[in-house]
């Protein structure tokens, strides 16, 4: 949905930064191979991850919080939110209705400077998030503490959470980032081998008390060996109720990194980023089980101030989803909440909600949903160069070009488009001021981006 401010500025998109055109030109071109496919993205493909304290506070998750059901609808109105991270550790699911005042308005993403304390989570806030979910017409992957929490805290929530969500509960997750646990909540020997026996205790319990329970994991923070001991599992064909593969992916980090700068977040392949697709992929592909990047972002521990909220995570944002689309995965969760320095919505209940850079490029990649990814070759001479492109089933084509370099780039491709987009900034490092909104174009095979941009074009 596209505000009035945003329509006007667009109007003039050429000519929105000038200096932007300054530089020498960069050359790129594009062919498509339209007679082939490649996979299509899923109308839920877009979605957010929040830490499960945040449902501490009922009234986040709400039918009455009407300005975050309003971003949720922007962005898809068929996305899927994830409930877990680092504080679904200390969660107890109470069984009772919220009795005591929340202890806060909104919970950020889990950093190492987290409060860890318990979490209690009230049958009150499993109600709400059902209305939340109603208003916004999203669903949910809903994430139990396996890590701290009883096995039969962890059937009385899931059975409470199946009952109230119904056909919005996707399934649920088995603790968060398990390849973690050790020396933390387990001791320096425990290992994937250790993790499925624990995984499989939980699932025994909550399968033999819930009639149509589903399941996914294993949830992984980096160490691919857990993800292909599960995916191994998997394969023996016990585990019906399993319907979905997850594991987690940040670009780089620790935020106090210092090589976690702009520079890095636009390098094809971060030297410190905590997973490789291709190879996440390929250890998920055996099992033929549908794959979802459950929790992700730029910078893992919260995000680099700087890098994480600037229009360098937006272009990165769209990059990496379109990204991860192509390698086949069927859904991206962006990690967030309150006011953490990667989150695509910031604020809460009394402060209003923004959208932060990120949102955009989520805006700019959900373009993409329900339409078939073509392989295409881009000629330039410039890796921070990327480009996409699709085919619905209305015979609609479509192109997402990523313009990461500090030069101005003229794309030629081998027949017009007519109508477009762009995604742009005051600056690579600006923070404000960044826009989705209609490029000025005629019917045209020659596309001109501004230095650190990104644009989509379309035709029928």
Request: net charge positive; glycine share 10%.
């Amino acid at each position: 949905m596209l505000r009035r401010r945003d329509l006007l500025i667009g109007l003039g998109a050429t000519a929105l930064h000038p200096r932007l055109w300054s530089q020498s030109t960069r050359e790129a071109s594009i062919s498509v191979d339209w007679r082939s496919e490649g996979h299509k993205i899923p109308s839920d493909y877009s979605g957010f991850s929040y830490e499960s304290a945040q449902l501490v506070n009922p009234a986040f998750f709400s039918p009455h919080h009407r300005q975050l059901i309003s971003l949720y609808r922007e962005l898809t109105p068929h996305g899927v939110l994830r409930i877990g991270g680092g504080t679904s550790a200390f969660t107890t699911f109470t069984g009772k209705p919220q009795q005591t005042p929340p202890p806060f308005d909104v919970f950020g993403p889990d950093t190492e400077k987290t409060a860890k304390k318990e979490f209690p989570i009230s049958t009150t806030a499993i109600d709400a998030l059902r209305g939340f979910l109603d208003a916004t017409g999203w669903t949910c992957i809903y994430g139990l503490n396996m890590a701290q929490g009883s096995v039969e805290n962890a059937v009385a929530e899931a059975a409470y959470v199946q009952k109230t969500l119904g056909a919005k509960l996707i399934c649920f997750q088995l603790g968060n980032e398990p390849d973690s646990w050790r020396t933390r909540y387990r001791p320096a020997t425990w290992g994937p081998v250790d993790f499925l026996e624990e995984w499989k205790r939980f699932r025994e319990a909550l399968v033999s008390k819930i009639l149509g329970l589903k399941l996914a994991g294993p949830d992984i923070s980096n160490k691919l060996p857990y993800l292909t001991a599960f995916a191994e599992e998997m394969q023996r064909g016990h585990y019906p109720e399993v319907i979905l593969l997850t594991a987690h992916y940040y670009a780089m980090g620790p935020a106090r990194s210092e090589g976690a700068t702009l520079d890095q977040l636009m390098s094809p392949t971060p030297k410190q980023r905590t997973g490789d697709v291709n190879k996440i992929m390929a250890a998920v592909k055996p099992t033929a089980l549908p794959f979802r990047m459950a929790e992700g972002n730029s910078c893992w521990d919260g995000g680099k101030l700087g890098v994480s909220d600037t229009l360098a995570s937006a272009l990165w944002c769209g990059d990496f989803m379109l990204q991860w689309a192509q390698a086949g995965c069927v859904g991206v969760n962006m990690h967030g909440g309150g006011d953490g320095n990667y989150t695509p919505i910031a604020g809460g209940l009394v402060k209003p909600l923004t959208r932060r850079p990120e949102f955009y490029g989520m805006l700019l990649a959900q373009r993409f949903v329900d339409a078939t990814l073509i392989p295409c070759t881009l000629t330039c001479d410039s890796d921070r160069i990327t480009a996409y492109a699709a085919k619905d089933a209305r015979g609609e084509s479509r192109l997402a070009l990523f313009n990461k370099t500090a030069d101005p780039l003229r794309i030629h491709t081998e027949s017009p488009w007519n109508r477009g987009m762009l995604l742009t900034g005051l600056g690579f490092e600006s923070k404000e001021g960044i826009t989705l909104h209609p490029m000025h174009m005629g019917k045209t095979s020659t596309l001109d981006l501004p230095a650190h941009s990104a644009g989509f074009v379309w035709k029928r």
